[in-house]
């Protein structure tokens, strides 16, 4: 009995040694394949960058973008005067080629402690380009646990630009190929009145996408701003942006680019209107 059960046992061992082996032999063979594909996912990736990075350079270089422009005088251009129909008070002015189409609005907040915003336009007839101003973005990030909050939106941290290309362009233009993202001299491209306290940063955007299967090219002008931080522990940093887009028909877009500038340097909100919002929110407009 003993002999039997000896046996049986020294095949059940040899049997479970066996299945060992077959099963680390599995486990080496899914080992092994799993890091090819990691390696072979690394290798595309890393291909993807190199080729997204010739792509900028080339689109960088290409005529769409190579030439610099100033922004065009707007000396005998057009006023269009936007006007709040809440205070029936002028919120914004800017100036425009007098046969291009002009317009915006102003958006009062739903609750008291956010800020008035306002969204201005303008374009020729066929729509071929335009300036626009978006409404305001407000963002918050760096916060232990950071959420949204009412009016303002939760933002990857770390560099403004890396803000814009994974924030902010996303938000506005998707699918959108970023080309670059450059600091600049926000004086060269907003003529916004800003508080120094408010430490006001400008950033060029260069992007490309398809507009109705059409090569378009865009320029965002983002002025960044910083708003105070909330009290507490989490110290979330709290900050916003005033955007600009300058978008055309990539072929055009060399032609025009000056006067789309022209368009965004000339923009400047009322005083009195700042005031009157300020009083009503308790935000000052800002930009």
């Known amino acids: 009995m003993s002999d039997d059960w000896g046996r049986k046992f020294s095949k059940f061992g040899n049997d479970l040694a066996a299945g060992l082996k077959d099963t680390g032999k599995l486990l080496k063979n899914d080992i092994d ?68 189409q002009a317009g915006g609005g102003v958006m009062w907040p739903a609750g008291p402690g956010l800020p008035v915003k306002y969204a201005v336009g303008t ?89 109705g299967g059409v090569p378009w090219a865009d320029e965002l002008v983002v002025l960044r701003y910083q708003l105070p931080a909330a009290n507490g522990l989490m110290q979330e940093l709290r900050f916003g942006a005033a955007i600009w887009s300058l978008n055309a028909n990539r072929e055009l877009f060399p032609s025009v680019r000056s006067t789309l500038r022209g368009v965004a340097l000339s923009a400047t909100s009322s005083p009195e209107w700042d005031a009157y919002a300020a009083s009503v929110t308790g935000w000052p407009v800002l930009v």
């Open 123 to 211: 374009s020729p007839a066929d729509a071929s380009c335009v300036a626009e101003r978006f409404p305001r973005v407000d963002l918050i990030a760096g916060g232990l646990l950071t959420t949204a909050e009412p009016g303002r939106e939760p933002a990857s941290g770390g560099l403004m630009q890396d803000v814009i290309a994974t924030s902010l362009v996303p938000k506005l233009r998707p699918g959108a190929f970023v080309i670059s993202v450059e600091p600049v001299d926000p004086a060269l491209y907003l003529s916004q009145r800003m508080d120094p306290r408010l430490m006001g940063q400008g950033f060029l955007a260069s992007l490309e996408y398809d507009r």
């Open 33 to 100: 394949k799993a890091r090819g594909q990691v390696a072979e996912h690394g290798q595309q990736s890393e291909a993807e960058r190199q080729a997204a990075q010739q792509r900028r350079w080339e689109r960088a270089n290409s005529p769409t973008w190579a030439a610099p422009a100033q922004a065009a005088d707007t000396t005998e251009w057009a006023t269009y005067e936007l006007v709040d129909p809440r205070s029936q008070k002028v919120a914004v002015t800017f100036r425009h080629p007098a046969d291009w």
